[in-house]
């Protein structure tokens, strides 16, 4: 059975199974059993009943999961257009140098982890490099915890120098959520900067804005939009003017890879998202990685620990004189960050000076295809994008009632992953496309023309649309329901059949 076939109501493995069904397994040895006996737990930590496992046969565990994994949709199953979340192939050599570490632990003498430590050392200058900073850590564990980390420095710099009144952080209304929430959660005000009608940020009101209670403008470069903010060195100057730190929210570096860099713009504090740009599995929120980069002064607020060399030799001994802390524990993601070492072994600077471009010629290559299909319009339509499009499906459902969301439901029939919708809130019926720059010149044919179908047959039959998806494992779900946590989820299931005694207890 495919995942196209599976159903939701299918049993959960504790539904599965009989009495005394056992898959193979080792004798026991009677010496052992007798050690393990004679561990003895504290009472209050002991078990009280049965282990409530299914008993099942080792055929029933491997169909069961064989199946379950049938069932799930990833960038290894199709196209995952996901928008801001750059989800791009992850080459499997990260896999093979990321299990290389598994055996290490976090507490281990220094001298002992040397090669680990040079990795981190050499991402920790490549990261500096390729943003234009001066230095970096690699302690956050995500894109957002960046954000904070960035915030946080901006606060203490401010407090240091004895700026009083900082309270305002300047957000573009293009921001990713994250943005204003990691401001908020460092006691900041946020303060919005509405983009004008070509999509970048509104000069005349970010200068009417900005005064001395400004600590800093958070901005991402392309936009959530795609698109390049081309005034980026005068907002540099008008942050600066008074006093205030330019953040740039690295989610969408893909887009300027290889052919410019933050630091060149004027930006003082980066975050880098090792789980984008270079090629690190994410999803459902984690586990990502990420680098946090200053220049100038800014360098002393970073989180340590960061790694030195001194005499050939590695050391976790730079704290900076400021620093805000520590923002993950031991490392940080220690893994992922061997992830994207070898992801950029793999490509060298010159393979990723290609990665800007790539994803460029990839992101315009699909708008050329859709630009013109009725029912979509674009903001500044004639402006090239980088990394990624927004589209607004607002005149599709203005004549059909078949929003971008039913959208997106349809493109799972048509085996692609549904592309980011209703982000960034400023485009009504926002389809947000990010097609990476390892997707084939086919695969975004396909993806183009699946959409056109969908909307031709949105103007033919909107009902038809409307009940999709019919293909997949889960057909459309009601979006409150799905999200109240007493409902159809498999936990709850387990604990309602707990309570009915069905299931069985191994002895
Ligand atoms: C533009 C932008 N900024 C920040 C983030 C937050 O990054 P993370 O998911 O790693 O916390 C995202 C996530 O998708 C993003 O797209």
Redesign the pocket.
Known sequence: MTWRQAKWEEPLIFEMGNEGRVGTLVPIDEEINKEINEVQLPEKIRRKGDLELPQLSELEVVRHFIRLSQMNFGVDNGMVPLG??TMKYNPKIEEVAASFVENLHPLQDEETVQGVLEVIYRIQEWMADITGMDLCSLQIP????G?LAGVLMIKKYHETKNHINRDEMLVADT??G??PASAAMAGYRVIYIKSNSEGLVDIDILKETVNDRTAGFML?NPN?LGLFEENILEIAKIIHSVDGVLYY?G??LNGILGVTKPGYMGFDIVHV?L??TFAVP?GG?GP?A?AICAKGELVNYLPYPIVEKHNEKYTLSKVPKYSIGKIATYYGNIANVIRAYSYILGLGAEGLSYIGKMSTVATNYLIAKLKDVKGLSLIAPNRFRKHEVVFSAKPLAVSTGVTALDIAKALLDRGFYAPTIYFPGIVEEALMIEPTETEPKEVIDAFANAIKDIINKAYENPQEIQKTPQNTAVKRIDQVYANHPTTITPTYRVLKLRKLGKITALK
Not at 142 to 145: C, I, L, N, V, W
């Open positions: 801001s979340c995500a894109g957002a915890a954000e921001a990713h994250t943005n991402t959530t929210d989610a969408n998202n789980h984008k994410h929120g990502g990420g």
